[in-house]
């Protein structure tokens, strides 16, 4: 049985490999990990797995990628959460999943021909379910959205779970892994060999391998062992309206306006809305992060142009029925995560970089076990760290990131 603990002061402890970062990352990482035979320990700064970037998500997945290695990736992940309970061997788990689609809409003509272009590649990535859906059928099908509606994609196998649930069912499932709270890494030993040990402020852990999980602060971890890794962050924000208004389509999937980056879904007791603001400015990795009272404002502004129903749901909103909270995106040189060995530290690896890591954390999770254990070589690894060095990497075009 796995092991969620507050340690006091250990003194040196020895373990096969150290996950740093408890989030659904690290805690799918350290599932994975232990399922293949390592003994595993987690660190987590935070009081509890699942408390930073992990909880300021939407919960959303998807399936609607048009490069290869994100729909791999993607598509592993959906299937795992489809079989969760059989995948982490735990029959009570409900992670609530919900398979309603991503509908991807425009109202901009012009922007057609790339909705089609889109299709068809999600096709050849064998994302079969999705669809290009055109205006006739769109209205039929979504009465919820504007009339200038004009086209979409869609894959009713995307949806939105509880990350929640997620994480501490990875954690649960995780044999014997031992997961330690209130644990900060504050520095890692390196000797002629690579990775020796991981030093936190409950104590030291001697171990060979390491898994920088740490969400926005991957970058730092990856300091305090010598790598200087590409990656910003940039603050993403999200309002949670509760309403029982009769206009909201309870029944609607998550829902993106293409032309404006607003997009919602239904949650219990109301709708999450957002918008994903490209020139939002990086910032460093925190905690703390403000959230702007205007942002719901905005989004529900942005949201409502193709979504006309939320103008009227929010027409005599009460401040006590908004809520907005913050998290933090991490973006890599070509928007894709890195898994895998870092290149320039022996026993250091990396699975962070994801500005979609809940819904990539399945699969990711198996595939940094399958290269520490040697079970796919990271030549064969699109998502290899080293891919950056080596000049491999291109921007993709998927929509929404
Ligand atoms: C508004 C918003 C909406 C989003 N919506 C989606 C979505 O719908 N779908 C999706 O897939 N993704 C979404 N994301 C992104 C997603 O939330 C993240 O990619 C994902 O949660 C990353 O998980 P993680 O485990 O890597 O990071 P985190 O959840 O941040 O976990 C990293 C952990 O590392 C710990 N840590 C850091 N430093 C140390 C240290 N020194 N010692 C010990 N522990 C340390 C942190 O405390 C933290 O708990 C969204 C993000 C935001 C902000």
Redesign the pocket.
């Known amino acids: 049985m796995s092991e969620i603990t507050l340690p006091t002061q250990f003194g040196t402890i020895t373990t096969d490999v150290v996950v740093?970062?408890?989030?659904?990352?690290?805690s799918a990482t350290a599932f994975w990990l232990s399922k293949a035979g390592m003994k595993t320990i987690l660190?987590?700064?935070?009081d509890a797995l699942?408390?930073?970037?992990?909880a300021?998500?939407?919960?959303?997945?998807r399936t609607q990628f048009t490069e290869k290695a994100m729909a791999d990736l993607s598509l592993t992940s959906v299937d795992m959460f489809e079989n969760f309970n059989d995948v982490v061997g735990l029959p009570d788990i409900d992670i609530h999943i919900t398979q309603r689609g991503y509908l991807f809409v425009t109202d901009d003509e012009a922007q057609l021909p790339d909705l089609k272009k889109a299709v068809t590649q999600y096709h050849a990535n064998g994302v079969t379910a999705a669809e290009y859906i055109g205006t006739s059928d769109l209205h039929k099908r979504f009465p919820f959205l504007a009339p200038q509606a004009l086209g979409a994609t869609f894959n009713i196998q995307d949806g939105?779970l509880s990350?929640h649930e997620a994480t501490y069912g990875f954690a649960k499932g995780a044999a014997d892994a031992r997961f330690f709270m209130k644990?900060?890494?504050t520095g890692i030993q390196t000797d002629s060999r690579g990775v020796s040990a991981v030093e936190t402020d409950k104590g030291t852990i001697s171990t060979r391998v390491v898994v920088n999980?740490?969400?926005?602060?991957a970058g730092?971890?990856g300091s305090m062992a010598g790598l200087d890794m590409p990656l910003r962050t940039v603050k993403?924000?999200?309002a949670y309206i509760k309403t029982s208004h009769p206009d909201l389509p309870a029944q609607a999937p998550f829902t993106v306006d293409l032309v404006n980056h607003g997009y919602w879904r239904p949650e219990a007791g109301g709708l999450l809305c957002?918008w994903v603001d490209p020139d939002e400015p990086e910032s460093p990795p925190s905690?703390e992060l403000p959230t702007d009272w205007d942002f719901a404002a905005e989004s529900i502004h942005r949201v409502s142009r193709l979504n006309p129903f939320l103008e009227k749901v929010s027409d005599n909103l009460k401040a006590e029925d908004v809520n907005v909270s913050?998290?933090?995106?991490?973006y890599t040189p070509d928007d894709k995560p890195v898994i895998g060995p870092s290149g320039e530290i022996d026993g250091f690896y990396l699975n962070?970089g994801?500005?979609?890591?809940?819904?990539?954390?399945p699969g990711a999770g198996r595939r940094i076990a399958d290269l520490i254990t040697g079970k796919m070589a990271n030549k064969d690894n699109p998502l290899r760290y080293t891919r950056f060095a080596e000049g491999d990497f291109e921007k993709g075009d998927s929509f929404l990131k």
């Open positions: 740093i970062g408890g989030g659904i990352v690290g660190v987590e700064k935070r699942s408390s930073l970037t992990t300021a998500s939407v919960e959303c997945f939105w990350t644990t900060a890494v999980c740490a969400g926005p602060y730092i971890i993403r924000q999200k957002a905690d913050a998290g933090q995106y991490v962070c994801y500005w979609c890591g809940v819904m990539m954390s």
